[in-house]
Every structure is written in structure tokens, then in C-alpha cells.
């Protein structure tokens, strides 16, 4: 397996001249992650320390009718709702960028359409895979997560290959032949971070400097970072790919 400054320098040497192409490429989740940051720090600055919690509302609700707790009960629904599909928009446009990243990184030398490649999870061979398994796997860690918060944990970073699984399953699959299973791209998923997830837990955590920096320039430096962090973590998963077939040879 290739060190991390390895998968790095790799992709720097991608990016090399390049760099425009990968912002774009990028754009639309780099611009969804400075949105979070400022709101973020917008919300600190609003509330300050105070970080005590005022429950005087749950009193007030004694004072509606039952019509009107309905009708607050179905505003919260929607609400829920919203925030879900808006949850399943963003999970599409980033898995369809990182979709995108991984052909660049098997095939430096294609060409960059950043609207196209970076809308590839809208399609229809992915878009409807991609909602199925953010649920699946989801709900999976979820449920680990009831025995202790640390088996969550571990899982989430099994599972962490999921998507990039499905992509090379359903591009093997031979035209007019069924889907591949979701739950067997978890397991497969799950196979390959066999003795990889500490790895992949130290990758992660070597990025945290450029997270901290990105939050000093109010998510600015999110236009570099995200196409950054996506094409290591593309790099990663082809090498992992390749290890694992050196090995069952």
C-alpha cells in the first residue's frame, strides 16, 4: 500500500497545471462547505458563549388546541422532509464529483467537463443507487452505533469504500443483467478496509491543518481543499483496489 505522501504527491502531480479544472470540477460541494462553515461561524457569533438551553417553550405547548399541535406536528414533517431531500441532493452531487475524480485519477489524461462529471450522480445508473445506499449504510452504523459509539465508528470507516464499490461493480455488470445487491457492495466494502482502517482513520486526520486554515479564510480555502481531499481519497481507493488484486493472485 502507498504512503500517504505518496497518494498526495500523486495527486499533485495530477493537479499540476491543472488546477482549475479540479476547482471547477468541485465547485458546487466546495461552495456547499464554505456555505457551512459561515454558517457556522455566523451561529457562534450570534449565540456567543451562552450555551445554555431554554425550555420554557415545551410549557407554551399546553396553552394550543389540538388542531394547532397538528398543524405545528405536519409543519416539523415537512421541515424534515426538506432537509432530507436537500440531505440526498447534496450526497448526489458529492458522490457523483468523487465518481468523476476517480476516472481523472485512473485516467489523467481525460478531459475535464466540470458541469457534466461533476452532475454524473444525477443520472439514472446512479442517482437512485446513491440515495439507497447513504440509507443503507446509514442505518447500518446506526445500529452498531446502539451497542457503543466506537463499533459505530469503526464500521463508518469499513463502509467508508461503499460507494466507490458500487461504481466498479455496476461498470462490470454486463448490459441487461440486474444491479448489483447494495449490501454486497458494503461487504465488499468492508473486505477491502480489512486491516486498512486506522490507515484510512490517519488520512483523514492528516487533512485537519488544511480544515483549520480553510476555517481562518471564512471556507475560502474549501475551492482548494475539496478537490484536494477528493482526489486523494479516489487515489486511495484505486490503490486499495490494486493491493487487494496483487494479494488473491
Not at 431554554?54 to 422532509?81: N, P, T
Not at 450522480?121 to 440509507?135: N, R, S
Not at 490503490?239 to 487487494?244: D, E, G, P, S
Request: hydrophobic share 45%.
Amino acid at each position: 500500500m502507498k504512503t500517504r505522501g505518496e497518494l498526495k504527491q500523486e495527486v499533485k502531480e495530477l493537479f499540476k497545471g491543472k488546477w482549475k479544472s479540479a476547482i471547477l470540477l468541485c465547485i458546487v460541494v466546495s461552495l456547499l462547505s464554505m456555505f457551512g462553515v459561515m454558517s457556522q461561524y455566523s451561529s457562534r457569533m450570534n449565540h456567543g458563549s451562552d450555551t445554555s438551553a431554554d425550555y420554557s417553550w415545551v410549557k407554551e405547548l399546553s396553552h394550543f388546541s389540538g388542531r394547532d399541535l397538528s398543524i405545528m406536528a405536519g409543519v416539523v414533517v415537512i421541515v424534515l422532509l426538506l432537509q432530507l431531500f436537500f440531505y440526498c441532493v447534496v450526497k448526489i452531487f458529492m458522490t457523483g464529483t468523487i465518481y468523476s475524480m476517480l476516472d481523472w485519477v485512473r485516467n489523467p489524461q481525460r478531459e475535464i467537463h466540470a458541469v457534466s462529471d461533476s452532475t454524473v450522480g444525477f443520472t439514472k445508473q446512479y442517482a437512485w443507487p446513491i440515495v439507497c445506499l447513504a440509507i443503507f449504510q446509514a442505518a447500518l452504523v446506526f445500529l452498531w452505533s446502539l451497542l457503543l459509539v466506537v463499533p459505530g465508528i469503526i464500521k463508518s470507516f469499513a463502509y467508508s469504500q461503499t460507494y466507490f464499490v458500487y461504481k466498479d461493480m455496476l461498470a462490470a455488470t454486463p448490459a441487461g443483467h440486474d444491479r448489483p445487491r447494495y449490501r454486497d457492495a458494503i461487504t465488499r466494502s468492508r473486505q477491502l478496509m480489512k486491516g486498512h482502517k486506522f490507515e484510512y482513520f490517519v488520512l483523514q486526520l492528516s487533512f485537519i491543518g488544511w480544515a483549520i486554515l480553510s476555517g481562518i479564510t471564512l471556507g475560502i480555502g474549501q475551492l482548494w481543499l475539496t478537490p484536494y481531499r477528493y482526489g486523494v481519497f479516489a487515489n486511495y481507493y484505486d490503490n486499495l483496489v490494486k493491493v487487494a488484486a496483487t494479494e488473491n493472485q
